[in-house]
């Protein structure tokens, strides 16, 4: 069954024009291919990229972070408080205010200690500013270095310069050494990735963040296997011209650098724009989706690595909504740059009255109501 269903799967009218298929792609004359089991080096290259972003995290980043000057604001603790813990963890964190006047009755703490109880446990799950820090100085490192080393790689190739170059001699397109390594350490580091995005700093396009690793791996290791690696190379210089200052921006943010940090943003959403709203639709694409029929009749690949391609796009789009508006924010309003996405922590409005409120709450407990009192509590993280 395996067997047949690999056989379907890989037939050559699926993902090749009539007439070419997989025996076009064997290595013959000192000529060689790219191949579907060369994707295995991936997975000890993405655990690889793992090990070593821990021990980066910990020798670069936190003493940068230092000299930086990033500091992790003191957050006040939510009291100990079992009945609003569980409602906390198993209901709600956003409670409305019947629910807050139904817990104030349970537990016998005002509404307003209830609602000062709730914005500091939220804010307790925020992940803390060095962590966001050290997520970005990660991000900008290998964004940096896989633009520079992309660039390097293509700087003297003809379809960097002329699109349609891409699918000259298709398929039987020779594989570069810097071709080989450029596609293998970023498809680990988007995999790497996609394996710690459950621990990563957790933001409001956490879904379209899931959407875009998973399309961009699908994108470049079907790429790959079908020998598309001149598109593939130029889709992604296209991607890393810009995401390095987006994370610079960030760090800098997070150091407190406003001017700085407001400056390189607006740098970035002009790249930004120009790469994947302009060249990307309009060069790119036009080159994969409009100018290939010309030279062979549609077929199955052509179709699914273009659908892929519009999957970016569209989130190129939802992207670039999020980024003009916080640039005409800048621009207008002279105010500092923040992630539309985050999840901004909440003003702890607590007062001497607050305090005492908490120290006369009642606990009901097994049907009796018990004296109780706030205790310093230990809890974790949530979003940038």
């Known amino acids: 069954m395996l067997a047949w269903l690999s056989d379907c799967f890989w037939q050559e009218r699926l993902w090749f024009p009539e007439g070419l298929g997989w025996k076009d792609l064997q290595d013959r004359d000192g000529r060689v291919y790219a191949k579907v089991e060369d994707l295995w080096v991936v997975i000890p290259l993405a655990l690889g990229f793992l090990i070593v972003r821990q021990i980066f995290e910990r020798t670069v980043a936190i003493p940068l972070a230092s ?87 293509l700087i003297d190739k003809p379809w960097l310069y002329d699109f349609k170059e891409m699918w000259k001699g298709f398929p039987t397109l020779t594989l570069l050494p810097s071709q080989y390594w450029y596609y293998m350490l970023e498809l680990a580091f988007y995999t790497s990735l996609l394996i710690s995005v459950a621990s990563d700093v957790k933001r409001k396009d956490f879904k379209e963040q899931i959407v875009h690793h998973v399309a961009t791996i699908t994108l470049i290791s079907f790429s790959w296997c079908v020998n598309y690696i001149r ?10 011209a810009s995401d390095y200052l987006l994370e610079s921006a960030k760090m800098l ?20 724009i120009v790469t994947r709203l302009v060249i990307f639709p ?15 009749p549609p077929f199955f690949g052509y179709y699914f690595f273009n659908g892929l391609l519009l999957v970016l796009q569209f989130l190129h789009i939802f992207w670039a909504i999020l980024i003009v508006r916080m640039a005409i924010k800048f621009i207008t309003n002279n105010e500092i740059v923040e992630d539309e996405r985050s ?25 009796p109501v018990l004296n109780g009192h706030p205790v310093l509590n230990n809890n974790h993280h949530k979003a940038e």
């Not at 943010?253 to 930004?272: D, H, L, P, S, V």
């Not at 309009?282 to 062979?296: A, G, K, R, S």
């Open 282 to 296: 309009f060069w790119i694409m036009y080159c994969t989706w409009v100018y290939p029929v010309t030279l062979y």
């Open 343 to 367: 999840d901004r922590e909440e003003t702890d409005e607590s007062g001497d009255e607050d305090e005492k409120d908490g120290e006369n709450c009642k606990v009901k407990k097994n049907g």
């Open 231 to 240: 598109a593939g190379t130029l889709i992604m210089l296209i991607h890393d």
């Open 253 to 272: 943010n997070y150091a407190g650098w406003k001017n700085t940090c407001n400056c390189i943003f607006i740098i970035f959403a002009a790249i930004f």
């Open 67 to 153: 000299l930086l000057g990033v500091r992790d604001r003191i957050r006040p603790r939510a009291g100990h408080n079992p009945t609003l813990e569980t409602y906390y963890c198993n209901t709600t964190i956003h409670p409305t205010q019947s629910s807050v006047e139904n817990l104030s009755k349970v537990t016998g703490c005002s509404v307003r200690h209830i609602q000062r109880w709730f914005r500091r446990r939220r804010n307790q799950d925020r992940p803390s500013l060095l962590k966001k820090f050290r997520e970005a100085s990660w991000r900008f490192t290998f964004y940096l270095v896989a633009f520079i080393a992309g660039l390097a790689a």
